[in-house]
T-cell receptor
Framework: GAGVSQSPRYKVAKRGQDVALRCDPI?????LFWYQQALGQGPEFLTY????????KSGLPSDRFFAERPEGSVSTLKIQRTQQEDSAVYLC????????????????FGSGTQLSVL | QQQVKQSPQSLIVQKGGISIINCAYE??????FPWYQQFPGKGPALLIA?????SEKKEGRFTISFNKSAKQFSLHIMDSQPGDSATYFC??????????FGGGTRVLVKP
């Protein structure tokens, strides 16, 4: 596709449910990032993939959060046993280059998945 | 620890006026400073970026001013238009690594 695609657009979950959020990056993009954006705040880094390798997961807030990108394209962010504090917009971004490569820091963001945990 | 502090949180400007948003950072290893524009319901989109080897960069009506010694940088939107009404985020990264974002500034341009 022409841009980064995320689904679902909106997700309502009951506390304790597991959710899975999908990201389709721009075709051929090497790098993929997940960010969490709370209401009225700036995005906060969660995790980074270069192709299928998860090189940085330092931003994941707890072991309930898990991300994968098994074939180096589509990525899924999974949140187990959701809590109210998980309510936020989850943004996916991709880049044509790896980090530490020229242009690797130019990110293209999707429109996000708005997660509401009741 | 908030590594990138952004101000003001919101501002209102008349059409044709100048919008100015400021950011301060702490990490001297940061070497890439982009500004992103975000409309409601959309993801952030890259607007303009600067590296610390220059003090100013201009693209159309948007200008970044960079002060390395003060560890500050700012975005100036000249001739502000109603279509510029959005939330603006400064950000910073080092060695092409993950971006650290500021808290955002909601800009409203009144016709």
């Amino acid at each position: 596709g022409a841009g980064v695609s995320q689904s679902p657009r909106y997700k309502v979950a009951k506390r304790g449910q597991d959710v899975a959020l999908r990201c389709d990056p721009i075709s051929g993009h090497v790098s993929l990032f997940w960010y969490q954006q709370a209401l009225g705040q700036g995005p906060e880094f969660l995790t980074y993939f270069q192709n299928e390798a998860q090189l940085d997961k330092s931003g994941l807030p707890s072991d309930r959060f898990f991300a994968e990108r098994p074939e180096g394209s589509v990525s899924t962010l999974k949140i187990q046993r959701t809590q109210q504090e998980d309510s936020a917009v989850y943004l996916c971004a991709s880049s044509s280059r790896g980090v530490r490569q020229a242009g690797g820091e130019k990110l293209f963001f999707g429109s996000g998945t708005q997660l509401s945990v009741l | 620890q908030q590594q990138v502090k952004q101000s003001p949180q919101s501002l209102i400007v008349q059409k044709g006026g100048i919008s100015i948003i400021n950011c301060a950072y702490e990490n001297t290893a940061f070497d890439y400073f982009p500004w992103y524009q975000q409309f409601p319901g959309k993801g952030p989109a890259l607007l303009i970026a600067i590296r610390p080897d220059v003090s100013e960069k201009k693209e159309g009506r948007f200008t970044i001013s960079f002060n390395k010694s003060a560890k500050q940088f700012s975005l100036h939107i000249m001739d502000s238009q109603p279509g510029d009404s959005a939330t603006y985020f400064c950000a910073a990264s080092s060695a092409g690594n993950k971006l650290t974002f500021g808290g955002g500034t909601r800009v409203l341009v009144k016709p």
